[in-house]
Structure formats: C-alpha cells, structure tokens
Nanobody, 125 residues
C-alpha cells in the first residue's frame, strides 16, 4: 500500500485547510487510518484516527473541535479537515494506515504499518 498525503500549503492563522491521503495498491476499506504531524524540533504526534467504516474516530486534545477526520472508501481517500488553524499547527503532516479487522481507531504511531511522505502545513501569523 502506498499513501500520498497532499493539500498542505501556507495559510493564515484562523484559516482552514483540508488534507487528503490517497491510497494505492490496495483498498482502504479494510484499513484503520490516522493523521500525525511533526513540527520543527518536535517529536511526531498523533492527531486523529478513523476506524473501518468511519464509525469510530479519535482525536488528540490539541485538535479536538478544530480538526475532523473522515474517509471516502470509494475514493480510497482519508481526509483531515482543519479549522481555526494556529501558528503552532505548523508541521509536516503524515497519514498512516494499518489493516484492521475491527472498527478501532488507533492513536499510537507504532500501531500503523503504512506511512505517507508527508505534506507541509505552514500557518502564518
């Protein structure tokens, strides 16, 4: 499975952005998917995850209420809609996926098998 994250760019604080993670090589229907990010000088952190079928989602406290994860299995794509962006949201954003037999949404990066290359989001003040 190959994952390609896209949609990053430069946005002003308070603005919105939607990231997409397009999968190829297999259908994401049977996968749990997640978004992570790594800011300058920081460790990679969990943002959001969505289980099979989209019934279960999980969010980091830092983005809860501002970010929304969703999936379109027909398009083999997982999205991260980001609102009310802050300068501290500046980071490289990564999508990840793992084949799953349940609807659980995983929050730890070691639980994911496949990773995309990342897309840079820069939030200016």
């Amino acid at each position: 499975v190959q994952l390609q994250a896209c949609g990053g760019g430069v946005v002003q604080a308070g603005g919105s952005l939607r990231l997409s993670c397009v999968a190829s090589g297999d259908t994401v229907r049977t996968f749990t998917a997640g978004w992570f990010r790594q800011g300058p000088g920081k460790e990679r952190e969990f943002l959001a995850a969505i289980g099979r079928g989209g019934y279960v989602t999980d969010y980091a406290d830092s983005v809860k209420g501002r970010f929304t994860i969703s999936r379109d299995d027909a398009q083999n794509t997982v999205y991260l809609q980001m609102f009310s962006l802050k300068t501290e949201d500046t980071a490289v954003y990564y999508c990840a996926a793992v084949r799953s037999f349940s609807r659980v949404a995983y929050a730890r990066d070691e639980q994911y098998t496949y990773w995309g290359r990342g897309t840079l989001v820069t939030v200016s003040s």
